[in-house]
């Protein structure tokens, strides 16, 4: 993801906004199953994400990297459909997600995920969202509050917030 | 027991991210996004389209109405009865004076009084009433 490339796509360059899709693909559809639990929704977050971000790239100016700057348009998505759903569908979701095929072949390895996939989806989504950003997409405190649209002290907050309540709930 | 708790902690979340990470979008998104936007743009069109032709149909019926050459309208307008009028005699055209008899300005005529002329004798005396005799000397019953 290149400043070139960037500015290509930004320009309307098909091949060059065909490339950033490409390299963000997974980026936003990992980030979308991690807040929504849900292979298909988190399919369709992934889809509304890219359209949004065609649709806004050329407003994108350099402050932050396009990978934070995009998982701020993908946060935005999630919420949005999050908010749609209800609670019926989102039982059946979260029932689906923990029986889907976990890649990983060890039993207990496999055992450990699925509960800490738990804890985390029982955390407020607040906490989920900032754990995610910071550990799992590997962004700083000030990108994720960047996508996040809050304070860095906040995000700082929040994420000890989430260790904590996660140390507790594995002991 | 708080480091153990860390490290374990730790772990979970090493393991859950390499899970996290193992996930991968089903397809390829640019061509799902692309063939979306054209869905999208042709739905539009299509959904807009009529209106838009029933739009363009009733301006050029207005247009049509309102600026059509006037020497081929087929429309049958009622035109009003004329107002029957006397007609103009010459005799009457004769008696009439010349145009340069007529002064340019209007003047009032030199025999005619500007103050209308009153003589207090023209006013009549009141009326006599009984209920305007005032002197109770003599009863009138």
Redesign the interface.
């Known amino acids: 993801m290149d400043e070139p490339t960037i500015e290509a796509a930004q320009n309307g360059d098909r091949a060059a906004q065909t490339s950033l899709i490409g390299a963000l693909q997974d980026v936003w559809y990992r980030f979308a199953l991690g807040l929504l639990r849900n292979p298909d929704q988190a399919a369709d977050a992934a889809q509304e994400t890219a359209l949004r971000f065609l649709r806004d790239l050329p407003k994108f100016k350099g402050g932050s990297t396009i990978k934070t700057w995009s998982l701020g348009i993908a946060l935005n998505v999630a919420r949005e459909q999050r908010r749609r759903r209800t609670w019926a569908s989102e039982s059946a979701a979260s029932g689906e997600a923990s029986d889907s095929p976990s890649p990983l072949a060890e039993a207990d390895r496999a055992e450990q995920v699925g509960r800490i996939r738990q804890l985390l989806a029982d955390l407020p989504d607040r906490q989920r969202e900032a754990l995610l950003l910071r550990f799992f997409e590997d962004l700083s405190v000030d990108e994720a509050a960047k996508a996040m649209n809050a304070a860095p002290g906040t995000i700082k907050a929040t994420v000890h917030q989430a260790l904590r309540s996660l140390r507790n709930k594995l002991m | 027991m708080a480091p153990y708790?860390?490290s374990?902690?730790r772990?979970?979340?090493q393991?859950?991210?390499?899970?996290?990470?193992?996930?991968?979008?089903?397809g390829?998104?640019?061509a799902?996004?692309?063939a979306?936007?054209a869905t999208r743009s042709a739905s539009f069109w299509r959904q807009t389209a009529p209106y838009i032709a029933a739009a363009a149909c009733v301006a050029v019926i207005v247009g049509w109405a309102f600026y059509r050459p006037s020497g081929e309208t087929n429309i049958a307008v009622s035109v009003p009865p004329a107002i029957q009028t006397n007609a103009t005699s010459d005799s009457e055209l004769a008696a009439l004076p010349a145009p340069e008899a007529i002064p340019e300005s209007s003047t009032l005529p030199s025999d005619l009084p500007l103050v209308p002329s009153m003589s207090v004798e023209s006013i009549p005396s009141p009326p006599s009433m009984a209920s305007m005799d005032l002197s109770y000397d003599q009863p009138s019953f």
């Open positions: 708790q860390m374990q902690l772990k979970q979340l393991n859950a991210k390499a899970d996290y990470e193992s996930a991968k979008y089903p390829d998104l640019a799902d996004v692309f979306r936007q």
